[in-house]
């Protein structure tokens, strides 16, 4: 889902709440506000019950949407993209684990809980991701 298409602004909350009781003071035959799209003539009567329920529609969408908020996703796949970029690419990546031992390679596959890092000087390693403490690319440490 876009957020976008359902983020509203102050202005527009307090343009639907005015709207809203407009409505109502039209329903219950309170007929002495004048309303912003009222006086045209004659045939508009049924533009303005479609404007009526579609606005009605919009003012509860966003009185919901200003009552309970959507938490944000647990998983934003961002370390999949980082992966996948890294894997096609052949990237060499230097892979620090907790206990401070450095692997150098380029990562070949990866899943939930594990990588798969090729060597070119030593066996390749199944590297099991909480032992990671972290990672970077082979060419940003040249600069030390």
Do not use: C
Not at 15 to 44: H, L, T, V, W
Not at 72 to 95: C, R, S, W
């Amino acid at each position: 889902m876009n957020r976008k298409l359902i983020r509203t602004t102050l202005a527009d909350v307090k343009a639907k709440g005015r709207e809203s009781s407009q409505q109502n003071d039209r329903i219950n035959g309170g007929g002495s506000r004048a309303s912003s799209g009222g006086s045209d003539g004659g045939g508009s009567s049924s533009s303005r019950s479609s404007q009526h329920s579609s606005s009605a529609a919009a003012a509860a969408a966003a009185a919901v949407q200003l009552r309970k908020r959507i938490p944000p996703p647990l998983e934003t796949n961002a370390e999949i993209f980082y992966y996948k970029k890294q894997i096609d690419a052949h990237t060499p990546m230097v892979i620090v684990l907790q206990d401070g031992e450095e692997i150098e390679g380029t990562i070949e596959w990866y899943d939930r809980g594990a990588l798969k890092v090729n060597r070119k000087s030593a066996p390749n390693l199944l590297v099991l991701k909480h032992n990671v403490k972290y990672m970077y690319k082979a060419d940003e440490r040249d600069g030390e």
